[in-house]
């Protein structure tokens, strides 16, 4: 067995993210569905690899009940129609899901476990909206091991509001129309329809149609309208629908491999898996989280921030990117951060939003030959942050 093999990113795809909500893309549509679909894409874009070849499927969703429950990996595999030797389980770090599921795989394929594995992410908060049949034990109150506001997400962004004072409501709603206009840039330029797979989807009162784009973009938003929304957090507060990520639903995959083995098989890797970390902060900030865990990334790889040339960071708020890029020194319309825009306009279904980040980042790799490295980051739901770095292999 090998002490330590390479590991690549050889593909990723997505459904289109729809809105959460009886009106949405998905609201008929189950959960396990868009996986297997992301799965068939995976296999039907990469017909040298042999289905028996794969390995592993680790799925996660952080709401793991109904449609998104059963060990989906697993049950996604068998309804995909990978042979049935082929295993699968679930993953929960609730938004850092996704790549957790690919830095998973990623240890067991370096450690010799594994050549090839499926690792992806689901979320449909249309049908689980995050926190469905939870019961937080009372004593993260009763002992005050967090402050009530660590439970709601919008509440940690006013927090975190509270601690980065220069991060004014104003460049929040700034830099979140520059989010939508990066997308609506993307999707004009044919940047993005390439890492999509069209999904069928029915409803009861219109019958059948497709999904072909996401549906959250909100292409002509301008400061003006951003700036009357209400802060419905805090009174007089800074977080609006506006400069936050939505609440969506769909589903992401990637085929990861050992280098050796995309070469055997004909498969052509975008990028090399580098480093990763994970921290832990305090939960009532946890839109802080990316700044420890990236520190810790580039300390296991002996890199420096200066030697990342591309960032793709998970917009899950705008105050959340703002605080990294100030702590990193990096200007909020830099042409390396999110040069397809982000969450805020895409959207974030929770668990799945990891392999968006690193199929983004692939594209922009291959355009960009003079980058070596690229980071895919984001904050976590409890307190937390994730970091991965890649290496460009254009």
């Known amino acids: ?170 460049r929040a709603d700034a830099y979140a129309v520059l989010s939508q206009e990066k997308v609506a840039k993307a999707y004009a330029d044919g940047k993005i329809q390439p890492d999509l797979v069209e999904m069928g989807i029915r409803t009861a009162e219109k019958g059948w149609g497709l999904a072909t784009a996401d549906e959250a973009p909100r292409p002509g938003t301008t400061l003006e309208g951003l700036a009357s929304l209400k802060t419905p957090f805090r009174p007089h507060g800074n977080v609006t629908a506006g400069n936050s990520s939505g609440i969506n639903d769909g589903a992401t995959g990637c085929i990861v491999a050992a280098r050796d083995v995309a070469d055997e098989l004909g498969l052509r890797p975008k990028m090399r898996l580098v480093s990763y970390a994970f921290a832990g902060v305090d939960p009532e900030v946890m839109g802080v989280g990316p700044i420890p865990s990236t520190e810790r990334a580039l300390r296991l790889a002996g890199l420096s921030i200066d030697d990342i040339g591309l960032f793709e960071i998970n917009e899950a708020f705008a105050v959340q990117v703002l605080a990294f890029l100030d702590h990193f020194g990096i200007p909020e319309d830099s042409d390396k951060v999110n040069p397809y825009g982000g969450a805020i306009a895409f959207g974030h279904p929770l668990a799945s939003s990891g392999v968006r980040l690193m199929t983004q980042l692939a594209r922009q790799f291959a355009e960009r030959p003079d980058v070596r490295y690229g980071i895919t980051t984001m904050c976590v739901g409890m307190g937390m942050g994730g970091t991965v770095i890649w290496e460009n292999l254009a």
């Not at 995050?130 to 109150?141: A, C, I, S, T």
């Open 1 to 170: 067995m090998p002490s330590s093999r390479d590991v690549v990113f050889v593909d990723g795809v997505r459904t289109p993210f729809g809105r959460s909500g009886p009106k949405g893309l998905y609201a008929e549509t189950r959960a396990d569905d868009l996986v297997v679909r992301v799965i068939r894409e995976l296999i039907r874009r990469n017909p040298n690899l042999p289905p028996e070849r794969v390995d592993e499927v680790a799925v996660a969703a952080t709401t793991q009940i109904g449609d998104q429950g059963l060990t989906i990996g697993r049950s996604a595999a068998i309804l995909a129609g990978l042979p049935k030797t082929v295993p699968g389980y679930a993953i929960d770090r609730m938004c850092a899901g996704a790549m957790t599921a690919v830095t998973s795989v990623a240890g067991g394929i370096a450690f010799g476990a594994y050549d090839v594995a499926i690792a992806g992410g689901v979320e449909h908060m249309g049908r689980h909206p995050m926190g469905e049949g939870v019961d937080p034990n009372p004593r993260f109150l009763a002992d005050k091991l967090v402050d009530a506001s660590a439970l709601s997400m919008g509440m940690t962004a006013e927090n975190l509001h509270d601690r980065y004072p220069a991060v004014s409501k104003q």
